[in-house]
């Protein structure tokens, strides 16, 4: 699928068999995705639209996770 292409689609990482969407606005979104999955033949067990985590943010922004008892 070509997810990437949608308009709004920020960000498309694998981890495993887990598909994660980064998007501007998920809610409008979530037909467009599975739409285009559906088209491509990936079968969708589950979805979950949800806002991102502190963690999340701070992995955008440095390119790592927050790890416990880190130091800054």
Do not use: K
């Not at 501007?24 to 467009?32: E, I, M």
């Not at 969708?44 to 806002?51: C, F, G, K, Y």
Request: no cysteine.
């Amino acid at each position: 699928a070509d997810v990437e292409a949608l308009t709004g689609v920020t960000g498309v990482a694998m981890h495993g068999t887990e598909l994660s969407v980064s998007t501007v606005d998920g809610a409008a979104l979530v037909n467009d995705l599975v739409v285009s999955l559906n088209n491509a033949g990936t079968r969708v067990a589950s979805l979950t639209l949800r806002t991102p985590t502190l963690d999340d943010v701070f992995l955008a922004v440095t390119g790592h996770r927050i790890e416990p008892g880190e130091q800054s």
